[in-house]
């Protein structure tokens, strides 16, 4: 059965638009010719598989990254909104992973739909546990099953670079933004031709690794990033992550060789999406971290890893 949370008139069949009826047994949602569309399952109602994405599941599934103080850092810095914001606004988490953003939006006090392509919603259902102004979806970001034009503030942080066309993904999530709404978006940040040149080579042959040998690998690069001084020179050369945190390490390691689409974009290309797709007031936001070095590196595109972090407001007249 769906949650409390949920009601079947706010879903829709992904791919007509058309409303949706619960079957007699709960376990289905059914589209006007009485095909199944979706199943629901632990209280998620599913309307894709993971099978092609399965580095996702096993990662969010894995790895316990939620920090809340330094999440709530990173949503405020990554989206341009203040938590003080979200209070009573209908939020799309678009690409919600292991729902660590998903929950700082609820316990702000705003109305949350996280969604996911991987079976990562159950660990974020699992993390969003007693918060009931969150609900979850499995669904392709490219055809949502939810109204459009629904949401006040819609976000979407390292997800859409994972698709085969990150342009495509990012269309399709921005018509779920109302006139007037904000959407933030991060993606991978390109930079210097031979690091794109070596992170390209590197990950033809860490694509198709299997996980069991993969991790090992990963878990050495978490060993590097806790090492001073490699850990500011190396991993410009090759992606590993500094964080500070052993686990993040290794999780942010994998989710950077892992992912079989792996798209770097420049700043003006994202910004052009979004004025093409009818958003005024656009603008990239600064980096997370600071100091002068570090800022002059992220202008320069010498840091593998790092974002384009562009956020604006649908026109009201766009819709």
Known sequence: MLPENWLIEELRDPVTGAPLEMSASGQELTGPGGGVVARVIRGIP????????ESFGLQWTTFDVAHEDEDR????????????SLRGQRILDAGCGGGRYAQICAQSGGLVTAVDHSRAVD?????CEGLPSVRFVQADLKHLPLEPAGFDFVFSIGVMHHDVCTRDVFEAVSRMVRPGGRYSVWLYRRNQWWQELINTALRSIT???PAACLLPLCHFGAVLGGIPVVNRVLNKIVSFSAHPSYQNRVC??????APKYQHHHTA????????????????????????????????????????????????????
């Open 46 to 53: 599913r309307f894709v598989s993971d099978s092609h994405l």
């Open 73 to 84: 850092r990173t949503f405020e810095a990554k989206t341009g909104f203040g938590l003080e």
């Open 123 to 127: 660990k974020a259902r699992e993390l």
């Open 207 to 209: 694509t198709r690794l």
């Open 252 to 257: 942010d390691t994998f989710d950077w060789w």
């Open 268 to 319: 003006e290309e994202l910004k052009s999406w979004f004025a093409a797709a009818g958003f005024e007031q656009v603008q990239e936001l600064p980096p997370e971290k600071a100091g002068t070095w570090y800022y002059r590196l992220w202008k320069w595109n010498l840091l593998p890893g790092s974002g384009v972090n562009i956020t604006g407001t649908r026109r009201r007249e766009s819709v």
